[in-house]
């Protein structure tokens, strides 16, 4: 077990419709990010959280948002589904500064239709 | 061209055999270097970290060349569990956005 946890593990969602995912880091993990896994590549890096404040981007566009909370989970909002959004969406959690492992939950599967 | 490039495979070889998988990367500031695994359905799993010096983890050895930006992974006597996906992944700062390949398919069979 890595201590991250994500809901959601699975949904469907059609087109147009909006989603949140969300994550609850490992404890004391002051970082997460969020990757978008499509079927047969590697995860795409979405953002990456720290403190409450986006530390980073990958190339998504503005529907994609997030939140982090005080308590260090986070949400993951993607709005005006497209089918091409269907992919597994990972958490990692980690703490900065650190050469501690990236921990990464289960993810959630998601399906627009 | 993609930042992290693997051989997709699959690499189809059987129990006790030794694979090795190649990767290279772009981005000549990357700094931090790692090798995933990823069963089907699953989250990836952090198998290990490499260094310029090579390092060994039992039957996996891991190579960096930064001269070439080359990242290998080494499975001597491999198992029927080892059957997964390998992802190369590359980092410019530690802890931060991790690129990843697409992975490299290995089966094992008996």
């Known amino acids: 077990e890595t201590g991250v946890t994500q809901s959601p593990t699975h949904l469907i969602k059609t087109r147009g419709q909006q989603v949140t995912l969300r994550c609850s880091s490992q404890?004391?993990?002051?970082?997460v990010s969020w990757y978008q896994q499509a079927l047969g590549q590697g995860p795409q890096f979405i953002f990456q959280?720290?403190?409450?404040?986006?530390?980073g981007r990958g190339n998504f566009p503005p529907r994609f948002s997030g939140l982090q909370f005080p308590n260090y989970s986070s949400e993951l909002n993607v709005n005006a589904l497209e089918l091409d959004d269907s992919a597994l969406y990972l958490c990692?959690?980690?703490?900065?500064?650190?050469?501690?492992?990236?921990?990464f939950g289960e993810g959630s599967w998601l399906t627009v239709v | 061209r993609k930042e992290v490039e693997q051989d997709p495979g699959p690499f189809n070889v059987p129990e006790g055999a030794t694979v090795a998988f190649n990767c290279t990367y772009s981005?000549?500031?990357?700094?931090?270097f790692f090798w995933y695994r990823q069963d089907c359905r699953k989250e990836p799993k952090l198998l290990m970290s490499?260094?310029?010096s090579g390092n060994e983890d039992g039957r996996f050895t891991a190579q960096l060349n930064r001269a070439s930006q080359y990242i290998s992974l080494l499975i001597r006597d491999s198992k029927l569990s080892d059957s997964a996906t390998y992802l190369c992944?590359?980092?410019?700062?530690?802890?931060?956005?991790?690129?990843f390949g697409a992975g490299t398919i290995l089966r094992v069979k008996s």
């Open positions: 404890s004391g993990h002051n970082t």
């Open positions: 981005n000549s500031a990357s700094q931090s």
């Open positions: 490499v260094y310029s």
């Open positions: 990692a959690s980690s703490l900065a500064g650190s050469r501690n492992t990236i921990y």
């Open positions: 959280y720290y403190r409450e404040e986006e530390n």
């Open positions: 992944v590359a980092s410019i700062q530690y802890g931060n956005k991790l690129v």
